[in-house]
């Protein structure tokens, strides 16, 4: 008996050691599964505001080993449509407008030009060049779309329909000038084309221009906000400010850069190291293309996809436009100083806006040599009549530095205004007040 109680207390001692290591083995494969189940978690690193993945690589990530963005067209230099796919397909009259107002924005940019070199005005900014970036991205919006301009965007206003002689009133500074002779030359801005009144420091338009677009997504009005700026502009820091603000507040605005190549005197080398202005679109969360702002249908195209995106996505839209300033930078600037007058030339006889377009319309049968000489002689006329009248406008009256900023004028003001009056009274032979509109 002792012999097989012994044996039955071993089989149980046996059986529980085996039950033991069942359980130990369970556990440890219950722990594994656990682990299992937690490395599957952090496979995806979650970190709030990236989407990453993890890595065990010190690599740091190199600019110079991407790609650049490419560039979108349409048309080759000689003005054939590469894909027919791509081409917007606009009739005969769309076309030629485009190029009559592309033609009639050069011929007053040679006349105001010359206007300021015989002291005629005191500032001009040509727009050589960069033609396409204005008739293009004009063309593809509505009339009701807000424009927020920088100072080289006059071809937007002119396809709107602001007249030449409005033009003309506002470089003189005259009487007919609504902003009443206090803005300096090319400093347009026109309630009833929608378009803002430019103002001369860089990027102010930027954040302005989101806050209009957040106003109109609140408003639901069916629009959407374009901001003209220059790679130079890029650089400050209002730029930067509007991007963030237009993507996280999602604003229907298109960001509508023309990167000419130049900032008065700072080339784009000196400007920044990245992939031009279109590479900061995404890193902001901006829907961002890069297009051939000499190619004035692929600037309507994805000007006009751009602004389909804003009005029915609430989100905003980055435009890089890739040209060349023909020009210099002002009246202010010689360009010879930084650049060879072989480059300009090459761009100019090469990848002109205007060339590309008018051998497109050869290519369709729409234009000739016959017409082109008709439109050039009425283009010259209509602009040097409108030259003459402004020119023979008298100033705005002086009194006018005194209004508009008040209601009601101030005791303030109103003492400075009499001081004036009475100093003008007194030493009118030392003024030329006959230039000026006597009565306010």
């Given at each position: 008996?002792?012999?097989?109680?012994?044996?039955?207390?071993?089989?149980?001692?046996?059986?529980?050691?085996?039950?033991?290591?069942?359980?130990?083995?369970?556990?440890?494969?219950?722990?594994?599964?656990?682990?299992?189940?937690?490395?599957?978690?952090?496979?995806?690193?979650?970190?709030?505001?990236?989407?990453?993945?993890?890595?065990?690589?010190?690599?740091?990530?190199?600019?110079?080993?991407?790609?650049?963005?490419?560039?979108?067209?349409?048309?080759?230099?000689?003005?054939?449509?590469?894909?027919?796919?791509?081409?917007?397909?606009?009739?005969?009259?769309?076309?030629?407008?485009?190029?009559?107002?592309?033609?009639?924005?050069?011929?007053?940019?040679?006349?105001?030009?010359?206007?300021?070199?015989?002291?005629?005005?005191?500032?001009?900014?040509?727009?050589?060049?960069?033609?396409?970036?204005?008739?293009?991205?004009?063309?593809?919006?509505?009339?009701?779309?807000?424009?927020?301009?920088?100072?080289?965007?006059?071809?937007?206003?002119?396809?709107?329909?602001?007249?030449?002689?409005?033009?003309?009133?506002?470089?003189?500074?005259?009487?007919?000038?609504?902003?009443?002779?206090?803005?300096?030359?090319?400093?347009?801005?026109?309630?009833?084309?929608?378009?803002?009144?430019?103002?001369?420091?860089?990027?102010?338009?930027?954040?302005?221009?989101?806050?209009?677009?957040?106003?109109?997504?609140?408003?639901?009005?069916?629009?959407?906000?374009?901001?003209?700026?220059?790679?130079?502009?890029?650089?400050?820091?209002?730029?930067?400010?509007?991007?963030?603000?237009?993507?996280?507040?999602?604003?229907?605005?298109?960001?509508?850069?023309?990167?000419?190549?130049?900032?008065?005197?700072?080339?784009?080398?000196?400007?920044?190291?990245g992939d031009g202005v279109a590479a900061r679109g995404p890193a902001y969360g901006i829907?961002?293309?890069?297009?051939?702002?000499?190619?004035?249908?692929?600037?309507?195209?994805?000007?006009?996809?751009?602004?389909?995106?804003?009005?029915?996505?609430?989100?905003?839209?980055?435009?890089?436009?890739?040209?060349?300033?023909?020009?210099?930078?002002?009246?202010?600037?010689?360009?010879?100083?930084?650049?060879?007058?072989?480059?300009?030339?090459?761009?100019?006889?090469?990848?002109?806006?205007?060339?590309?377009?008018?051998?497109?319309?050869?290519?369709?049968?729409?234009?000739?040599?016959?017409?082109?000489?008709?439109?050039?002689?009425?283009?010259?006329?209509?602009?040097?009549?409108s030259f003459a009248r402004a020119e023979r406008r008298q100033k705005p009256s002086w009194?006018?530095?005194?209004?508009?900023?008040?209601?009601?004028?101030?005791?303030?003001?109103?003492?400075?205004?009499?001081?004036?009056?009475?100093?003008?009274?007194?030493?009118?032979?030392?003024?030329?007040?006959?230039?000026?509109?006597?009565?306010?």
């Amino acid at each position: 008996m002792a012999a097989a109680a012994r044996i039955s207390w071993l089989t149980g001692k046996l059986a529980r050691k085996h039950l033991f290591s069942c359980l130990q083995t369970n556990s440890v494969k219950l722990i594994s599964s656990r682990a299992s189940s937690s490395a599957l978690v952090e496979e995806q690193p979650n970190f709030p505001g990236s989407r990453s993945k993890w890595t065990e690589k010190l690599d740091f990530v190199q600019p110079d080993l991407y790609d650049g963005i490419p560039v979108y067209r349409v048309m080759d230099r000689n003005g054939n449509v590469i894909d027919p796919a791509s081409d917007p397909k606009l009739d005969e009259e769309m076309v030629v407008k485009m190029y009559q107002r592309m033609t009639l924005l050069n011929t007053m940019d040679r006349i105001m030009y010359e206007s300021q070199r015989q002291g005629r005005i005191s500032f001009y900014m040509t727009n050589y060049g960069e033609e396409g970036t204005h008739i293009g991205s004009a063309a593809a919006l509505d009339d009701g779309d807000l424009v927020f301009g920088q100072y080289r965007e006059a071809g937007v206003l002119m396809w709107r329909g602001f007249p030449l002689d409005r033009f003309m009133n506002q470089c003189y500074g005259n009487e007919g000038d609504r902003g009443k002779g206090r803005q300096m030359p090319i400093h347009y801005g026109s309630t009833e084309h929608n378009f803002v009144t430019i103002s001369s420091p860089l990027a102010t338009q930027m954040p302005q221009a989101v806050g209009c677009a957040y106003a109109f997504k609140r408003a639901q009005n069916g629009n959407c906000v374009i901001c003209y700026f220059g790679e130079g502009t890029s650089s400050e820091g209002d730029a930067h400010a509007a991007f963030n603000f237009s993507a996280t507040l999602e604003c229907p605005v298109i960001f509508f850069c023309r990167n000419n190549g130049y900032a008065i005197s700072t080339p784009t080398s000196e400007q920044y190291r990245g992939d031009g202005v279109a590479a900061r679109g995404p890193a902001y969360g901006i829907a961002t293309i890069r297009v051939d702002g000499n190619d004035v249908f692929a600037v309507y195209n994805v000007t006009k996809a751009a602004r389909h995106i804003t009005i029915t996505e609430n989100r905003p839209v980055l435009i890089e436009a890739m040209t060349y300033r023909i020009g210099h930078h002002s009246t202010s600037d010689d360009s010879s100083a930084y650049r060879s007058v072989d480059e300009v030339r090459h761009w100019d006889s090469t990848q002109h806006p205007i060339a590309r377009l008018r051998a497109y319309m050869v290519t369709q049968g729409w234009w000739d040599e016959a017409k082109e000489k008709q439109w050039k002689d009425e283009c010259k006329r209509q602009v040097m009549q409108s030259f003459a009248r402004a020119e023979r406008r008298q100033k705005p009256s002086w009194r006018e530095m005194f209004t508009d900023v008040y209601d009601t004028m101030p005791s303030h003001i109103k003492e400075q205004y009499e001081y004036m009056l009475a100093h003008v009274e007194e030493y009118e032979d030392h003024y030329p007040v006959k230039n000026f509109v006597k009565e306010h």
